[in-house]
């Protein structure tokens, strides 16, 4: 795994990848998730926080609509390249995914937090190490 600098948006960081051989990462379980914060870490200093675009889409099912009986906070999203097995790794922040909660919301793409402290403090609170849509 590699994490690589700048600010790009959902479709760049894929096209970089697949430049390099690779593909955006899945997160298998929470050994993987720390190993990439802590990559990520050293590129993005001195900044406090960022995020790495990984490799998790929104279901064609549940495009459109929050969570739902059908598409639940553990079965919304998939890892893109098949690699990992069950859900381990997927973490996501608080009350997500939430499709935006109404606001214009195709959020169907996942942004994992990093930060040098355990949370980042903004509008709502984002732990380091969980899994935001973007």
């Given amino acids: 795994m590699k994490v690589f600098p700048g600010t790009l948006d ?4 894929e096209a970089q990848c697949v430049s390099q051989g690779a593909v955006l990462s899945v997160l298998q379980n929470a050994a993987e998730i720390n190993y990439v914060v802590s990559l990520a870490l050293t590129v993005i200093s001195p900044q406090v926080s960022g995020g790495v675009w990984i490799g998790a889409k929104r279901r064609a099912e549940c495009i459109g609509s929050g969570e739902t009986a059908t598409c639940t906070k553990t079965n919304t999203f998939y890892w ?5 097995t069950g859900i381990d790794g997927m973490i996501f922040q608080l009350n997500e995914p939430n499709n935006g909660n109404n606001l214009n919301g195709n959020q169907n793409c996942a942004l994992l937090t990093v930060a040098h402290t355990p949370a980042i403090r903004a509008v709502s609170v984002y732990w380091s190490g969980q899994m935001d849509v973007c």
Avoid: K
Avoid at 10 to 13: A, E, F, T
Avoid at 80 to 84: E, G, L, P, R, V
């Fill in 80 to 84: 893109t390249d098949n690699s990992a």
């Fill in 10 to 13: 959902q479709y760049s960081p």
